[in-house]
């Protein structure tokens, strides 16, 4: 398994709900609110690219989400 933390960029006012709907996802190991250019992070892991697409694609349907940005953990 893999982690990936994904950064979500939310409408104001919207990120205490989009933490609660992020938390319900499968795979979702943590999620919290942060400071910054970004208003959530949510750490995930994952066993394909495939999965890790499709939870970032679940997490950018969610009210209040503007955008996300995705870092992929390397294995050197």
Do not use: W
């Not at 398994?1 to 919207?14: A, D, E, F, V, Y």
């Not at 938390?23 to 999620?31: E, F, P, Q």
């Not at 995930?44 to 996300?68: D, R, W």
């Amino acid at each position: 398994m893999r982690l990936s933390c994904i950064m979500i960029h939310c409408k104001p006012g919207t990120h205490g709900d989009v933490v609660k709907e992020i938390k319900k996802m499968y795979g979702i190991k943590r999620v919290f609110e942060v400071l910054g250019a970004f208003d959530v992070v949510a750490e995930y892991e994952f066993s394909s690219l495939e999965k890790l697409g499709m939870a970032v694609y679940n997490i950018a349907k969610l009210p209040g989400v503007i955008a996300s940005e995705t870092l992929i953990e390397t294995i050197l």
